[in-house]
T-cell receptor, first 110, second 115 residues
């Protein structure tokens, strides 16, 4: 089946940029998503990108998509302690449910 | 804003009990999903539904069933609860029958413990 891979942990200092990476296998992916999960809560949609785009920016968030390498990244500028959470990458193609990565736990050190 | 409500945040049940987890969404979404989340394993899809009275097995349906009698409600049933079903359960919903360009919206989760 289709697969989405992420590194499990990332640690950054407050004020630095964070970059969370994701790779996927489905070449027919139409949309790719980033979700954020804070402790004890459900998943909150952060942003998404259509597969014919290579970049999307939304305030402190920048999503880069390299479709050739099937690589997606989420950059958080000026990372704050409130950004500490688990970040999930997910992809969808056609009439199928989202395929999620296992999540990257971001720890922000003050 | 879309609201997906799971009936319980925390639930403790005994082995062998029949357990019902309820999920309600208020945005007339066609698609609804049940996942379980375990450390190191991420989200795993249990069952999903693209319409009333319709259900599809996800990746790990064994030991579970679902019910979708009304569009807004999707229930997950543990027929005979076992300790390996102790987990965080997440419900989600999305618009459109195809699910292609509509993101999933999640509830806050139910942390279920089976003793």
């Amino acid at each position: 089946g289709e697969d989405v891979e992420q590194s499990l942990f990332l640690s950054v200092r407050e004020g630095d940029s964070s970059v969370i990476n994701c790779t996927y296998t489905d070449s027919s992916s139409t949309y790719l998503y980033w979700y954020k999960q804070e402790p004890g809560a459900g998943l909150q949609l952060l942003t998404y990108i259509f597969s014919n785009m290579d970049m999307k920016q939304d305030q402190r968030l920048t999503v880069l998509l390299n479709k050739k390498d099937k690589h997606l990244s989420l950059r958080i500028a000026d990372t704050q302690t409130g950004d500490s959470a688990i970040y999930f990458c997910a992809e969808i193609s056609g009439n199928t449910p989202l395929v999620f990565g296992k999540g990257t736990r971001l720890s922000v050190i003050a | 804003d879309v609201k997906v409500t799971q009936s319980s945040r925390y639930l403790v049940k005994r082995t062998g009990e029949k357990v019902f987890l309820e999920c309600v969404q208020d945005m007339d979404h066609e698609n609804m999903f049940w996942y379980r989340q375990d450390p190191g394993l991420g989200l795993r899809l249990i069952y999903f539904s693209y319409d009333v009275k319709m259900k599809e097995k996800g990746d790990i349906p064994e030991g579970y069933s679902v019910s979708r009698e009304k569009k807004e409600r999707f229930s997950l049933i543990l027929e005979s609860a076992s300790t390996n079903q102790t987990s965080m359960y997440l419900c989600a919903s999305s618009l459109s029958g195809q699910g292609a360009d509509q993101p999933q919206h999640f509830g806050d989760g139910t942390r279920l413990s089976i003793l």
